[in-house]
């Protein structure tokens, strides 16, 4: 009886969210730039979306109708979960945070891979809190960690963090099953790749390539340290990017200046392309086949640019509102490449983004100090709750920064864990108070 109540409120409060957020306000298009790759099992891209949004087709649901479900679910269950494992008040504080992000909530209403990425993390760090030892729950936990590493690639560091943390709070787990469950899951997603696909691609190949034509741009980036073959087209990218570091050295704000990096550093990865010849296409081409040794000569030469672009780039997943602002009132070099490169957001009540972007950097800086504090304690061999969710969180933000840019989007899959990490250790902060308030 008591798990049919259990059952009956899940369900209720889940139909209820999924009604708050179809008629919230929604920041995206139906359609992004990046949504036909997965209508077309995009080579690019793993093949688990859109091989979900073709079964959806085939059942004749509404794929939005479907993503706004799932994901109201997994904020039900995260909630539901902490409100046992940890209070009602924390609960009820992280559905709110959630809910209220409109830019998180928009991405059920498009077609992005975020969209059940948000929703299986959610559902992962549930099953973390709960922390059950039946078997279910286990096998649950497994495949909702096999289904985050199939969905999208980035998902296998969220993978390797909750294993890590398992480990780290010394769980009775068994490791080899669960790497089965998820293998299992890999191989299913390779035979539904491959069916579509005859070779795997990726964009590292853009990052690697990007982040070296933008660093050119430098006047430390020193053309005479890279290979002969490759000096052409490296010419010509520092006298494409020269005036574009020109301009973002002489932007005072900071938040500013990163998200428009950013930006710059996405015109490198898929615009620059455009403006060769053909002779340098063939060099561009011999650099993608070689891309390895081209990180390895811009970590060699340029070690201190490339370190402080990703350190950029970890404050510029939380940074978001800024550039929109400055691009009214100053014209920066490849301005029409950069708008294409911005992205959109259908918003134009620059009150409320003001608003969650100060909120968000307020975010930043707490969730800074209680990583430090947190950090401190585990020195000195004490564990607190906060310090699993802030670690895996971490985890992902620094290798996101490095092996990316930065944009809010990134922000997005562990921002409930960040919320309620900042919430659990304010709690622990306030039951340390008590206890020593009681004793004297």
């Known amino acids: 009886m008591i798990i049919n109540r259990r059952f009956l409120q899940i369900s209720f409060f889940t139909l209820l969210n999924c009604l708050i957020i179809y008629y919230s306000q929604s920041l995206f298009d139906f359609k992004l730039p990046d949504s036909n790759s997965y209508l077309s099992f ?21 794929l ?23 209070n009602l008040l924390i609960s009820l504080i992280l559905y709110f945070s959630i809910i209220i992000n409109f830019f998180y909530t928009s991405f059920s209403k498009t077609i992005l891979t975020e969209s059940f990425f948000l929703s299986l993390i959610n559902v992962g760090v549930g099953l973390f809190i709960l922390n059950s ?34 480990y780290l709070r010394k769980d009775k787990f068994n490791y080899l099953g669960c790497l089965l469950i998820i293998l299992l899951f ?3 997603e390779n035979i539904l790749f491959y069916q579509k696909n005859n070779t795997r691609q990726n964009v590292l ?3 690697i390539l990007g982040k070296t034509f933008f660093l050119s741009g430098k006047p430390s980036f020193k053309i005479e340290d890279y290979p002969d073959t490759y000096k052409v087209i490296l010419e010509k990218s520092k006298n494409y990017f020269s005036d574009v570091q020109s301009s973002l050295s002489r932007i005072e704000n900071f ?8 930006d710059y550093e996405v015109v490198a990865q898929f615009q620059f392309y455009n403006e060769l010849n053909t002779e340098e296409k063939k060099i561009y081409l011999e650099m993608s086949k070689n891309k390895y040794l081209v990180f390895s000569y811009l970590l060699q030469n340029n070690f201190k640019d490339y370190f402080n672009l990703s350190i950029n780039h970890y404050f510029g997943q939380w940074v978001a509102g800024f550039k929109q602002e400055y691009l009214e009132k100053n014209y920066l070099p490849k301005f029409e490449q950069l708008v294409l490169s911005s992205g959109g957001i259908n918003f134009k009540n620059y009150s409320i983004i003001k608003i969650g972007r100060n909120l968000l950097i307020i975010l930043f800086i707490f969730f800074q100090i209680i990583s430090i504090a947190s950090f401190i304690k585990f ?37 409930p864990m960040i919320i309620l990490s900042c919430l659990i250790f304010i709690n622990e902060m306030v039951k340390k108070k008590n206890v020593l308030s009681a004793r004297y």
């Open 205 to 207: 190949t853009e990052v």
């Open 133 to 166: 030892n039946k078997k279910l729950n286990y096998y649950f936990y497994c495949i909702v960690l096999g289904l985050i590493f199939s969905i999208k690639s980035i998902g296998f560091i969220i993978v390797f963090s909750f294993l890590f943390l398992n």
């Open 42 to 62: 995009s080579p690019k891209y793993k093949s688990l979306y859109p091989f979900s949004i073709k079964i959806i087709d085939a059942l004749n649901f509404n």
């Open 186 to 188: 890999v191989v299913l």
């Open 379 to 415: 020195i000195f061999n004490k564990k607190t709750d906060s310090l699993y969710l802030m670690i895996c969180s971490q985890i992902y933000l620094v290798v996101v920064s490095f092996v990316n840019i930065s944009t809010i989007r990134y922000l997005m899959p562990i921002y």
């Open 64 to 86: 939005i109708y479907v993503q706004i479900f799932v994901l109201s679910f997994s904020i039900i269950f995260l909630c539901e979960a902490v409100s046992k494992k940890k």
């Open 255 to 262: 938040p500013t200046k990163v998200e428009l990096q950013s």
